[in-house]
C-alpha cells in the first residue's frame, strides 16, 4: 500500500488560496491599482470558519443606547410633569405645560412612542414601564423607512408639508389646560404707620359693603375700596387704649372694635358713631368673630363671650374653654359651628348656644391663629400652627378625623378659602414672610407672592373673592389679586323651567 504523507492544514490552505487573495494584498502599490481597476467588483470573501481577521469587532447591540437615551427623556419629561422627587420635600410640585409639551414631542420623533395625548403619558408613569411598546430593534445604519406598526391610526399624507408625525401632530392639536397666571407684584400698596407687629393681634378686616378697617395703635380707620376714601372713626388716646382687634357685623353696617382694656366697642360705620361698650374681659381682646347681631369675642383671660348688641347685657353666654389667650375665632358657613384656636395649641369646634365643644383636636404644637372653614364641603376646617409646627392641618368636624397635614416651612398667621375655587391661601411669618396660594385637596402650591419685609400678620378678602388684602409689620397694607374672578351664573334654557320665558 502507498502511504502518501498529508500536508500540513496551513499549507494545503495555501496550495488552495489564490494568487492575489484578499486576505494578502499585493505589496506593490501598482499590481494593487491594476487589480482594482482589472476588478469591478470585489472577489468573493472566503467563508471558511478557519479565516480570521486580525481585528476584533464586537456587534453592538443599538438598544443600549436608544434605552439610555429613552431613560433620559422620561426622567426629563416626568420631572416636568411630577417635579424632582428628591427636593419634594422641600420644593413645591410645579408643572410647565410648554416644557411637557416639547418632551413628549421628542418622544414621538426619537423613539417611537406614539403619544397622543398628555393623558396617555401620565397614563404610562401610573401603570409602570410594563406597558412600553417595544423598541424597534432593526439595523441602526438603514437606508429605508422602517414599517410601521398597524395602530389603527390612519397614515400621515404623502402630501403633507409638516415635519413631524401624525402623533405628534395630535399632541400639538391636543386640548391643554391653560396655566394659572398669578401676578407676583402687589397692584395697590398702602402705608399704614404704626400697625403693630403682634401675632395674637386681629387688626384687619374687610366688609361685604367693600369698606376695609385697620387698626393702628390707638386709632381705627375705615377705607373705602370703591372711593379710596380715607376716615378716622375713633381715636383711643385720651382713654389710655388701643385698638386690638376689628371685625364687622350686620353686613358690614357696624363694627365691633376690642381695646387692649378688655372692652369691646360697637360703631356705626356710616355715622362713624359709638353705639355702645361691653365689658366683662379683664385683659385684651385679641379677636372677634361677628355674625348678624351677635360677636363673639376672645381675650387674653382664656375666656371666650357670646354677646347680642340688641341686648342690654354685656354678654349673654360665658366659657372658659382655653388655658392660654384665645387668638384665632371664625364661624362655618352655616353659622351653626364655632372654631376657636389658642395660646395652648388646642383647636376646639363649638355648636351655637352650647357651652362644650363638640369637637377638640389637638394636633398642632404652638399657637393656633390661622382658622379657615371651607365654603366648598360641609364640616372641613383648615388651621395653621406658629413658629414651632408651621403646618396646615385639614380637620373633619362632622367624625372629628384628622385628614391632611402639610409642613410649610414658616409660621402660619392667616388662612382664607377661596369663594369660587377648591383653592386656600395662607400668609407666613418666621421665616419666610411670604404669602402662598395652594390647589385642594392636592395641597399643590400654585403661586408664591413677596413683598413683605415683616410678618404678614393680617389678611382680609374682597367681597367678590377675587382680591386679597394683607397687613404686616412693615406698617404697609398690599392688595394681590389671587384668586379666580367668579363666573355670572346662566339662567337655565330648558322648556321644563316656566321662569325663563317670562317676560
Known amino acids: ?52 481577521s486580525d481585528r476584533f469587532i464586537p456587534c453592538r447591540d ?76 432593526d439595523n441602526l445604519f438603514r437606508f429605508k423607512e422602517a414599517k410601521r406598526r398597524n395602530s389603527g391610526h390612519s397614515a400621515q399624507s404623502p402630501y403633507s408639508l409638516t415635519p413631524v408625525s401624525i402623533e405628534s401632530q395630535r399632541l400639538l392639536m391636543a ?79 357696624q363694627l365691633a372694635l376690642g381695646t387692649s382694656n378688655g372692652l369691646v366697642h360697637i360703631w356705626d360705620c356710616q355715622a362713624s358713631k359709638r353705639i355702645r361698650t361691653m365689658r366683662g374681659h379683664t385683659a385684651r381682646v385679641g379677636s372677634l368673630a361677628g355674625l348678624g347681631n351677635s360677636v363673639v369675642s376672645g381675650s387674653r383671660d382664656c375666656s371666650i363671650l357670646w354677646r347680642d348688641v340688641r341686648k342690654p347685657g354685656d354678654f349673654v353666654q360665658k366659657m372658659k374653654p382655653h388655658e392660654h389667650e384665645v387668638c384665632g375665632l371664625k364661624w362655618a358657613p352655616d353659622e351653626t359651628h364655632l372654631a376657636s384656636g389658642g395660646n395652648d395649641n388646642k383647636l376646639l369646634v363649638f355648636r351655637a348656644g352650647y357651652n362644650n365643644p363638640v369637637q377638640r383636636f389637638l394636633g398642632h404644637c404652638a399657637a393656633v391663629k390661622a382658622i379657615a372653614w371651607s365654603p366648598h364641603q360641609h364640616g372641613l376646617l383648615a388651621s395653621g400652627g406658629g413658629t414651632a409646627d408651621q403646618t396646615i392641618r385639614f380637620w373633619n368636624t362632622v367624625t372629628g378625623a384628622p385628614l391632611q397635614v402639610v409642613d410649610t416651612k414658616s409660621q402660619v398667621c392667616n388662612l382664607a378659602w377661596s369663594k369660587t375655587a377648591n383653592e386656600i391661601v395662607s400668609t407666613h411669618g418666621y421665616s419666610q414672610n411670604q404669602i402662598l396660594l395652594w390647589k385642594c385637596p392636592s395641597m399643590t402650591q400654585v403661586a408664591k407672592l413677596t413683598g413683605h419685609s415683616c410678618r404678614v400678620l393680617y389678611l382680609g378678602m374682597s367681597p367678590d373673592g377675587q382680591t386679597i388684602v394683607t397687613g404686616a409689620g412693615d406698617e404697609t397694607l398690599r392688595f394681590w389679586n389671587v384668586f379666580k374672578k367668579p363666573t355670572s351664573a346662566r339662567l337655565p334654557t330648558s322648556v321644563l323651567v316656566p321662569f325663563t320665558h317670562i317676560r
Open 62 to 137: 443599538r438598544s443600549v443606547g436608544v434605552a439610555a437615551r429613552e431613560k433620559l427623556l422620561e426622567r426629563s419629561a416626568f420631572e416636568s410633569l411630577h417635579g424632582n422627587e428628591s427636593n419634594q420635600q422641600n420644593k413645591p410640585q410645579t408643572t410647565d405645560p410648554k416644557r411637557m409639551t416639547y418632551n413628549l414631542l421628542l418622544k414621538n420623533e426619537l423613539l417611537g412612542t406614539r403619544l397622543e395625548d398628555f393623558k396617555d403619558h401620565q397614563e404610562q408613569f401610573r401603570i409602570g414601564n410594563s406597558t412600553r411598546q417595544p423598541l424597534d430593534r
Open 175 to 253: 386640548p391643554t389646560k391653560e396655566a394659572r397666571n398669578v401676578s407676583k407684584t402687589p397692584f395697590k400698596v398702602l402705608d399704614a404707620p404704626d400697625l403693630q407687629d403682634d401675632f395674637y393681634l386681629n387688626l384687619l378686616d374687610w366688609s361685604s359693603q367693600n369698606v376695609i378697617c385697620v387698626g393702628l395703635g390707638s386709632s381705627a380707620y375705615l377705607w373705602s375700596a370703591g372711593t379710596c376714601k380715607v376716615t378716622k372713626l375713633c381715636d383711643l388716646t385720651l382713654t389710655d387704649d388701643s385698638v386690638t382687634s376689628v371685625n364687622f357685623l350686620n353686613r358690614g353696617s
Open 1 to 52: 500500500m502507498l502511504l502518501t504523507q498529508k500536508a500540513p492544514c496551513s499549507e494545503r490552505a495555501a496550495s488552495k488560496r489564490p494568487a492575489s487573495s484578499p486576505l494578502r494584498p499585493e505589496k506593490d502599490p501598482a499590481k494593487r491599482l491594476a487589480w482594482a481597476t482589472a476588478s469591478p467588483t470585489r472577489p468573493p470573501r472566503d467563508c471558511r470558519s478557519d479565516n480570521y
